[in-house]
């Protein structure tokens, strides 16, 4: 009723996000207030900046409900026809919003620097926001995408699902199993329709899986071992940058056609080439040294700053973050009373370390353990190129997982990349006010 209430509409994000209703009024509550609630920028900006944000992932699905909003809001109809056409003082954003959302780690304390200089300045207030609002949009398109989440009805792409309902509805099999069953979309008259999940991709997801009772197995005997015995940090760090490297092994899911540059949401798109590199091969590895969470971490650092700069969104942001990450209803499948929080903190560890961010008081071998190939390559894919993450490729993934876990693992999708972008930004507005 809140979503509905908030945003006239019950959007395909809420529904699916709704399995968790904890999550959800975080999520909302979070987003009511970045979007609408007190802050330094006008309202017509942030949408405008959520729309520019998507756009790094193509992500039509959210730039044509934000696209709606920046009307609602007032804003000039001129400014939607393209970055070209928008004030110079949001130009100047779009290259932060570029480094933030494919490589944070190359974000420092000049590109900050650069936007509270000059004519059309950003103060520092006005600068957090917008990062508080890149960072938001960027991994909720990861979270659209994996989900496989279609376009809400009454925009423009929403209708010309209708025209092959009836040609494909033959083909799909009775959803006998609630994971794979296709989406269903109310239509019109208020009955629900089955809808086929997208033209398939090459699938980045096709391994044997080993199953969810061996995966209980491991996690009971990690936690045996981790009782008995030490690692040294030289041998933590050497784990984690086996992890590193092995991530950057996967293959990423193949590049969809280019005809969405072509469209109109290409125009709220530069540099399009400009995309996730992996963090292991950066360069000279000396560049660009690991982010070590116990030299800057969300908790002791990153929290109080963007609470001072922007007041009270950073004690949303840490509901949010705290409930994804403790989420747990101790279900795994079709077992009951399990112990989950060593899976759960392997994957958000792991969405971390492909942004280089480096848990140092963490067993990055329980990561290999516990996250199988096949589910390494889809977080992979979801946190970094999520738009070529498509519903076959969530359907595919986990199968013995109950949908509304799957869809847990993508909440920690995107909000252990939000926390990794905050916080490499975060550190540079730090380092540039000292």
């Known amino acids: 009723m809140d979503a509905f209430l908030q945003n006239n509409r019950l959007d395909h994000v809420s529904r699916v996000m ?58 000039d109809p001129s400014w939607l026809q393209g970055l070209r056409s928008i004030p110079g003082k949001l130009q100047d954003l779009y290259e932060i919003n570029k480094i933030l959302a494919h490589r944070p780690w190359l974000l420092n304390k000049s590109h900050i620097e650069k936007l509270t200089k000059g004519d059309d300045n950003w103060s520092l207030a006005e600068v957090v926001h917008a990062i508080v609002l890149l960072a938001h949009f960027h991994s909720l ?52 329709e089955n809808l086929p999940s997208p033209p398939s991709s090459p699938s980045i997801v096709g391994e044997q899986e080993v199953g969810v009772e061996t995966l209980m197995e491991r996690m009971k005997r990690l936690s045996e071992k981790s009782e008995s015995y030490q690692i040294t940090q030289e041998e933590l760090s050497k784990r984690f940058e086996t992890v590193e490297t092995q991530s950057a092994e996967l293959a990423a899911a193949p590049q969809r056609s280019s ?31 690991t982010f070590r969470v ?23 942001l840490d509901d949010k973050f705290k409930t994804a990450y403790n989420l747990t209803y101790y279900t795994m499948g079709t077992h009951n009373k399990v112990d989950t929080s060593r899976f759960r903190r392997a994957i958000w560890n792991y969405i971390q370390c492909m942004f280089g961010i480096r848990h140092d008081d963490y067993d990055y071998n329980e990561v290999n353990q516990l996250l199988e190939r096949s589910l390494k390559t889809f977080i992979k894919s979801a946190v970094c190129y999520p738009e070529r993450v498509t519903k076959r490729d969530y359907d595919r993934v986990m199968r013995e997982f109950k949908h509304s876990e799957k869809v847990h693992v993508n909440l920690m999708i995107l909000e252990a990349r939000m926390q990794a972008e905050l916080l490499y930004a975060l550190r540079a507005v730090m380092r540039y006010m000292t």
């Not at 989440?149 to 929403?158: A, C, F, H, K, S």
């Not at 509805?169 to 009775?174: A, D, F, L, Q, T």
């Not at 709220?268 to 963090?279: A, G």
């Open 259 to 289: 005809s969405v540059l072509d469209s109109d949401i290409g125009l709220f798109i530069e540099d399009p080439t400009f995309i996730y590199q992996d963090f292991a091969k950066r360069g000279q590895l000396n560049d660009i040294p």
């Open 141 to 192: 398109s990861s979270f659209v995408f994996s989900c496989g989440i279609n376009e809400e009805l009454d925009n423009v792409t929403g209708h010309h699902y209708k025209e092959n309902i009836q040609d494909n509805s033959s083909k799909i099999p009775p959803a006998k199993d609630k994971l794979m069953s296709p989406k269903k979309i109310p239509n019109g008259d208020g009955k629900t």
């Open 18 to 75: 709704s399995s968790h209703p904890s999550y959800l009024e975080h999520f909302l509550r979070t987003q009511q207030f970045v979007l609408r609630g007190d802050g330094p920028l006008p309202y017509d900006y942030r949408h405008l900046i959520a729309i520019m944000a998507a756009g790094r992932h193509q992500c039509s699905y959210l730039i044509n409900l934000q696209k709606g909003e920046f009307l609602l809001q007032g804003g």
């Open 294 to 316: 116990q030299d800057y971490s969300w908790d002791d650092h990153g929290y109080s700053l963007v609470n001072r700069l922007y007041n009270d969104v950073g004690n949303l």
